[in-house]
């Protein structure tokens, strides 16, 4: 894009020792929880880690705290870009330094003690792995909280994030399914607290047949990213918690693949909202035209 790239002080001092794992964050505007985020962070980097943060301009205060905070420590490294969030994500991993690197880390969550180094030090330990994909058991809501840990050559064969700002993750998982090397589910019972306010209706303690209207226009949605539905049944067997959360997801995912199929669905269903249910019919009590409050 042609922006310049600015690094704080502390930004990696080339005489210092090669970490031999990078934590990756892209933020911006994130001044409310970036504080407690990092400080769950931070001194794991004292185990040989680093953390790279690339904030997309931030106009909130998050930058400058974010420098004040790398002139007191120089593992963590700082670069100011305007970009969307997959770029950012790249421009993260490229700054890095080291063989095995962390992303989909966020600025909302505070981390579990240990949970990073855990998960870093066993993707060091099993060489034929190139992708860990890790999920918190008792994580609130474990799709806000979940994390990977590559291996550079494997990021490298995906070719990295896509171009966009939302939903970049799912295309770079799909072409991680097909570029061949092994991919492991990793579950820890916690991974991280998500900090961030969210409706009532994204907690994981609703049945999985509870969320059905949602499991489905997101079967859906991967169905038109190209998941074939084998495909679409491995990204299940990564994110779901449980064997029965898994068994409701494979049904319903199949129904929604085959409704998908029949309504011809495109590009439409990508870009709806897929957390929101259908709009409810009008009631008596519900002129047509009004709104509720959600």
Known sequence: MG????ESAGAGDPSSSTPWFSVTMTVRN??????????????LAGSGGEVVVVDALSTDGTKEFLDRTAAESPELVVVSRRCNRGIGRNLAVATARS?????????????????????AERL?????????????????????????AWRRP?????????????????PL?????????????????NLAADLKPRPAGFA??????GRAVHTMWAARRFRVM?????????????????????????????????????????????DRDVTARPPEPPTASTPSGASESR
């Open 204 to 209: 994981p303690n609703f049945s999985p047949w």
């Open 226 to 270: 190209g998941f074939r539905y084998t495909e679409y049944g491995r990204l299940l067997w990564l994110t779901r918690r449980t064997p029965a959360r898994l068994g409701a997801g494979l049904v319903l995912g199949l129904l929604a693949y085959v409704q998908g199929f029949f309504a011809r669905d495109g590009q439409e269903i990508v």
């Open 124 to 148: 060091r330990t099993r060489p034929s792995v190139g992708l860990i994909f890790t999920v918190g058991m008792l994580d609130r809501d474990p799709s806000l909280t979940r994390f990977y």
């Open 154 to 170: 494997a990021f490298e064969r995906t070719g990295g994030y896509p171009d966009v700002q939302e939903r970049e993750d799912p």
């Open 30 to 43: 994130n001044i409310d929880t970036i504080a407690e985020s990092l400080g769950s962070i931070l001194p």
């Open 99 to 119: 063989p095995i690197v962390l992303t989909q880390v966020d600025g909302d969550n505070r981390y579990a003690p240990g949970a990073i180094l855990v998960v």
């Open 3 to 6: 922006e310049l790239v600015q």
């Open 173 to 189: 998982l799909l072409r991680a399914f097909r570029a061949g090397f092994e991919i492991e589910r990793f579950v820890l019972p």
